[in-house]
């Protein structure tokens, strides 16, 4: 199965990462890793709006309440306003660790961030994952990641999902109402010539999907972990992906140039038709 449209032929990026989509704004939003970029995809009038920052940053994440958003920087947590654009940082979880940088996040049905880190090669298994609750205090809640990566929720918000790349390992939580994490399994195993599991996210019928990082596709799971199907497209490095619109319908997916140069399509932003609905998606509550 391959079918999509360029969501915008402009601002390709380095490292096209951290999709979310603004109910609120009727927009979606992305960011250059590397690039040190925030981009804003206005649907009603396919615009799009770039803000530089001073540092890499991996994610945003809109918040309940507030006009702007937390944002994962390689610095720590920050408080980001983007018109006015100002930034108030919180806090850096791994001060101890001068070569990591934060490296994607999802809010769960409490409200609160799930966070996670990685060395800025990738090398050393130093990466962590957090928990960031509504009074802006964080939490370890798992460690020893090359890569983390694209943590999402099931439908009921029973389980967390949470990936090693590097490892090629999806791995499965119990999360309890408190916040805790338990019985960490391994959920699904990526083969080799199927590239990096990435970002992801949960559809209606609590179905995976997720990025395929050197694969060049997206692949929907089934709630046991088997390939339901494929979606191909035409850049390898592929990221992640939110469904969004008002009826949450459509899929918009990210992908990186850096590493494949050759690539005319590398880093763009695709639309593809998922044939189902995703699930709305909290704000931070904090």
Known sequence: MSSFELATDEHRAELGEGPIWSA??????WVDV????????????PTVSTWMLPEMISW???RQGHPGFI???????????????????????????QHSRMNDAKVD????????????????????LYRFDRDHVWHKMDAGYLVSNGPTFSVDGRFLYHTDSYRH??????????????????????EQSWGFPDGMTTDAQDYLWIAHYGGGRITRFDPAGNVDREVKLPASQITSC?????????????SAACGVPGEALAGSVFEIDPGVRGVVQKPFAG
């Not at 939110?242 to 990210?254: C, E, H, N, S, Y």
């Open 24 to 29: 609120r704004e009727n927009a979606l939003y």
């Open 34 to 45: 590397l690039g040190r970029r925030a981009h804003r995809l206005a649907l009603n009038h």
């Open 242 to 254: 939110v469904f969004a619109g008002p009826q949450l319908d459509r899929m918009f997916v990210t």
């Open 60 to 62: 945003l994440i809109e």
């Open 109 to 128: 049905a409490e409200g609160r961030i799930w966070a996670g880190t990685m060395d800025l090669d990738g090398a050393v298994p130093v990466g962590a």
């Open 71 to 97: 944002a994962g920087l390689e610095s720590g947590f920050v408080e980001l306003t983007l018109d006015p654009f100002l930034i108030r940082p919180i806090g850096d979880p791994e001060p101890h660790l």
């Open 169 to 190: 390992i999806v791995y499965r939580f119990e999360l309890r109402a408190d916040g805790t994490l338990a019985n960490k399994t391994r959920f699904i195993e990526f």
